[in-house]
């Protein structure tokens, strides 16, 4: 079955840095669309990025753009989230998920598979 299994999240300073990685397996990696979404506590789900099929388009968050940026490397099958100049509302719950189409989309809604999440605290 379909596994994603985010790793990198942990205690970061305000104007610090961090890299999430997600590990995917069970899928054909390189026909999935890739998005990052984040939970910060008493909110909902929140789109922050996602990735094409090959990397080439990409879209971001309002609110992380300039800040964040995503990859992916299809022959290790991982899409990372390089998070720079963190701040405190930066600190959530990070997910990665998976969808089966090629293009992107900033909907949780599309996407069917998901990791179980990796905390992010950033201290001012």
């Known amino acids: 079955q379909v596994q994603l299994v985010e790793s990198g999240g942990g205690l970061a300073q305000a104007g610090g840095s961090l890299r999430l990685s997600c590990a995917a397996s069970?899928?054909?990696?390189?026909?999935?669309?890739m998005g990052w979404f984040r939970q910060a506590p008493g909110k909902e789900r929140e789109f922050v990025a996602a990735i094409n099929w090959s990397g080439g388009v990409t879209d971001y968050a309002v609110a992380v753009k300039g800040r964040f940026t995503v990859s992916r490397d299809n022959a290790k099958n991982t899409a990372d989230l390089q998070m720079n100049s963190l701040k405190p509302e930066d600190t959530a719950v990070y997910y990665c998920?998976?969808?089966?189409?090629?293009?992107?989309?900033?909907?949780?809604?599309?996407?069917?598979?998901w990791g179980q999440g990796t905390r992010v605290t950033v201290s001012s």
């Open positions: 069970g899928l054909t990696f390189s026909s999935y669309a």
């Open positions: 998920a998976a969808r089966g189409w090629s293009s992107i989309t900033d909907s949780i809604r599309n996407y069917p598979y």
